[in-house]
Nanobody
Framework: VQLQASGGGLAQVGGSLRLSCAASGRTSSSRFVMAWFRQAPGKEREFVAAIRWGGSHSYYADSVKGRFTISGSNAQSTVYLQMDSLKPEDTAVYYC???????????????????WGQGTQVTVSS
């Protein structure tokens, strides 16, 4: 599976940005999960949001719940992260990740994902 992330950039506090991640390869499994993680300078990579193709279940970190929306389509093999009401603490490099057989309890663990895209910088200025 190959992942190609796009989007990101500079936004003001309270603004919005949209990230996209296109997957190619074997992505049709009902247990296929696509996710977004982020890593700020000097900090560990942290979970942001994920979506599972089978049942379209979505998961969010508490820090972004109500502000970010993850969506995706198995048909398009693409996942989107709509980021609204951005805060300075959202500034980070955002990474797209995927796994073909992820179990639910591993959804928030970056080490559980087999495939990663390149990072895209998101900067929120006050």
């Amino acid at each position: 599976v190959q992942l190609q992330a796009s989007g990101g950039g500079l936004a003001q506090v309270g603004g919005s940005l949209r990230l996209s991640c296109a997957a190619s390869g074997r992505t049709s499994s009902s247990r296929f999960v696509m996710a977004w993680f982020r890593q700020a300078p000097g900090k560990e990579r942290e979970f942001v949001a994920a979506i599972r193709w089978g049942g379209s279940h979505s998961y969010y970190a508490d820090s972004v719940k109500g502000r970010f929306t993850i969506s995706g389509s198995n048909a398009q093999s693409t996942v989107y992260l709509q980021m609204d009401s951005l805060k300075p603490e959202d500034t980070a490099v955002y990474y797209c990740a995927a796994d073909q057989r992820l179990i639910t309890s591993d959804t928030r663990r970056p080490e559980a994902y087999d495939y990663w895209g390149q990072g895209t910088q998101v900067t929120v200025s006050s």
